[in-house]
């Protein structure tokens, strides 16, 4: 990497007060089919551009790095126009691909170190298994998408009261653009304006057009700057992340849950993934050639549910009139390193999207204008809120959390937001970089508080194991 491309993602780097900016989109507007010849000769343009942006990423994903500024390649009946805005999107389809398999393969990475230094200091589970890196295959373009500038689609206001906007969409035959007339909805007009001033804010000059079932929709965008309106000195709210509730915050609140109607729909959809393997197992024995996928249309379905449920759930926890002039601080949470004895556990961990709900929280900050700070997470849920002492056994189960110690009693999750609630600043958890340091430093905070409350000498409750003739007299 050179000096300059560095320079740049520095400056792209927000410290805290300083406006954010923030480029909004407003979706789904329909194109109006005045005349179908115009929208036809979309139609024609949709499955070339396709068909040359997919030539691209091929290419950016498997020989060459992305670059949008390349020389054109392929062979095709689009201009020169056409062609650069097929490469520049091309290029960021391959840049995104590119950097998550990066991300993920550093992931595979850390928790192959992590399996390797369990299996050497013999803490290995029994059925812990060795870590595998999955190939990622290129991104297939199925749905035309066109990411398009100002040199071959250009959108202009209207003169006529009927419409608001005329969209010139340049087209196959060269100095035959089509006009098509756009007419936005009231919600639309509504996001389009600004409260403030009343006017028009002002578009950005690239839009995008999408066909889905043979209908076109167009989507604008517009930058804003969101400044954070959160004083310094706001109280903190901590908000833990979880399955049985997704955002379960210090104030004792808790929002979305997917115990409810999405775990029996996982459970459904997991049998039925089940049974199409036995499926594709028997016809791959029998030496079938076209085996079915072990996809669905309804996992798809759920996987978009969830991730609903999850915005729905940060966005009563940010509108929430309790929480008015607060500052949050989350959980930097790690679910690719996260794992239970338990198959199912770990089929609820995948399906829950739990890696969701932090990147939702810091746009909720963002888009509000509300501070929001990642906090260390290491113990959260294992620390006392009380007396800092640290230790599994806190857990009796999922749910409750019971110091060994003090006798403490709460909600395990409103234990730990609590404990990530007071981790905002806090230095000296910050400079660890190993979880044994951190674990250590919350011992000696532990030993201060006993040494304040004058309970030097007393030590974590043990449990008795029960005997057969303990069992023996609570069955009668």
């Not at 399906?351 to 909720?364: C, E, Y």
């Amino acid at each position: 990497m050179n000096e300059k491309s560095k320079q740049r993602k520095k400056k792209k780097r927000i410290t805290a007060g300083e406006p954010c900016p923030l480029t909004r989109a407003v979706t789904h507007i329909r194109l109006v089919e005045v005349n179908p010849g115009k929208l036809a000769a979309l139609d024609a343009l949709a499955p070339v551009y396709l068909a040359l942006c997919q030539q691209y990423v091929t290419l950016f994903c498997t020989t060459e790095p992305p670059n949008k500024l390349r020389d054109p390649l392929y062979r095709t009946p689009l201009s020169e126009r056409w062609h650069r805005v097929a490469i520049m999107q091309a290029a960021g389809i391959a840049r995104s691909w590119r950097s998550n398999r990066t991300t993920a393969y550093q992931q595979y990475q850390d928790d192959l170190e992590q399996y390797q230094k369990q299996q050497a200091d013999g803490q290995l589970a029994v059925q812990a298994k060795e870590p595998e890196f999955r190939q990622w295959n290129v991104p297939t373009l199925r749905q035309p998408c066109i990411q398009a500038n100002v040199n071959v689609v250009k959108l202009e206001e209207s003169h006529v009261e009927t419409y608001d906007y005329w969209l010139i969409i340049s087209t196959l035959e060269k100095g035959q653009p089509i006009q098509v007339p756009v007419k936005p909805a009231a919600y639309h007009k509504r996001a389009l304006t600004d409260s403030k001033t009343h006017k028009v804010k002002k578009l950005n000059s690239s839009v995008q057009l999408n066909q889905r079932d043979g209908v076109w929709w167009l989507t604008l965008s517009y930058d804003e700057e969101v400044t954070i309106q959160t004083p310094p000195d706001a109280p903190v709210v901590g908000i833990d992340v979880g399955i049985a509730n997704f955002v379960t915050t210090s104030t004792g609140k808790h929002y979305g849950s997917f115990h409810k109607n999405l775990r029996a729909r996982h459970k459904r959809d997991r049998a039925k993934r089940r049974r199409k393997a036995k499926l594709r197992s028997c016809l791959k024995k029998k030496g079938v050639k076209k085996l079915s996928s072990t996809s669905s249309r309804t996992g798809q379905k759920l996987i978009r549910h969830t991730r609903q449920e999850i915005t729905r759930a940060v966005n009563q926890c940010f509108t929430d009139p309790e929480h008015e002039g607060v500052q949050f601080a989350y959980e930097q949470l790690s679910v690719a390193s996260m794992r239970f004895k338990a198959r199912a556990q770990n089929a609820h961990l995948r399906a829950s999207n739990l890696g969701h709900i932090p990147q939702q929280i810091l746009w909720n900050s963002q888009k509000r204008g509300v501070k929001a700070t990642p906090v260390i997470s290491a113990y959260s849920s294992q620390e006392c809120s009380v007396c800092h002492y640290t230790d599994r056994k806190n857990r009796p189960d999922q749910r409750t959390f019971r110091c060994q110690v003090c006798g403490f009693e709460a909600h395990a999750d409103y234990n730990a937001s609590v404990n990530l609630s007071r981790r905002i600043g806090d230095r000296t958890l910050c400079a660890c970089k190993d979880r044994k340091v951190i674990k250590a430093v919350l011992m000696k905070r532990h030993e201060a508080w006993k040494q304040q409350q004058g309970m030097r000498n007393i030590r974590p409750a043990k449990r008795r194991k029960r005997g057969k003739s303990s069992a023996a007299a609570s069955s009668i």
